[in-house]
């Protein structure tokens, strides 16, 4: 299921003991492009800090009621590690918080979750890293902040990015066009610019995108036959198939 980071933000957070509050905004990081953690806006409960909450904690999305199901108690995210709501994420913070929920790290072997967003959530197939896996340092990046940047196609600019389109069955993540994280080239945080190694003509002739559409796999099927890419589906099934 696909939803944008704009209509999930305000979505009440339900835990398995009562309601902990409402989506404030997501991190992603930089070098792959999903969701790391919700960021919730606890409304006064546990003051002062930031509520992180990983895709492995993630159970469902009510789209009709406009809640996001956490299978964790209030007790548990009460007693995760804590971070003041005004520091960076850092990965001392984050070995910690994977630690405490006995979650494998996501920068570490197939636990990473890209290219492909498959998440392992069976214990028995989480597998320790490699020295070199251990080497790459994420750096997360707010979908709030980053909702406005320019787009930079390979020959010109084309516009600012409206929104991000999150994956919440796997958590991965005006005249409105798509473009797939995959298809970005680099970003320059410095100048605000997100660049995307596609001609401008091509993403301006692509399959047009409102918000009141909904992305079913046909538009996705005909989206990325319009860019000559592959779907990202594909990769999903074979990590699927590879798990069984």
């Known amino acids: 299921m696909l939803n944008t980071a704009k209509i999930l933000k305000g979505y009440k957070l339900s835990s398995l003991d009562g309601e902990i509050g409402k989506v404030k905004e997501f991190y992603f990081d930089d070098r ?18 930031q509520v992180l909450i990983s895709p492995y904690a993630l159970a469902a999305v009510n789209k009709e009621e406009h809640y996001i199901s956490v299978n964790l ?17 850092s990965q001392q ?17 197939p636990n990473m979750w890209g ?22 340092n994420p750096h997360l990046r707010s979908t709030h902040v980053v909702s406005g940047y320019h787009v930079q196609a ?6 600012h990015v409206e ?11 005006g005249n409105k066009l798509l473009v797939s994280p995959r298809w970005i080239e680099r970003v320059d945080w410095s100048e605000s610019k997100v660049l995307v190694n596609v ?28 860019y000559n890419r592959k779907g990202y589906w594909a990769d999903e099934q074979a990590a699927l198939e590879h798990s069984r």
Do not use: M
């Open 32 to 49: 792959h492009w999903a969701i790391r953690y919700l960021v919730a806006d606890t409304g006064g409960w546990l003051t002062g800090r």
């Open 73 to 89: 108690t209030k007790k548990q995210i009460e007693d995760s590690p804590s971070l003041d709501s005004d520091k960076p994420v």
């Open 93 to 109: 913070f984050e070995e910690s918080y994977y630690g405490h929920f006995g979650w494998p790290l996501y920068w570490a072997g």
């Open 115 to 136: 290219p492909n967003p498959f998440i392992v959530r069976d214990r028995e197939k989480w597998s320790g890293s490699t020295k070199s896996e251990k080497a790459w």
């Open 154 to 159: 390979a020959d010109g600019e084309v516009g």
């Open 163 to 173: 929104d991000l389109i999150i994956d919440t069955q796997n958590w991965w993540p």
């Open 199 to 226: 001609p401008r003509e091509t993403i301006k002739e692509s399959p047009g995108y409102t918000s009141e559409l909904l992305l079913t796999r046909d538009y996705e099927t005909r989206l990325h036959r319009h």
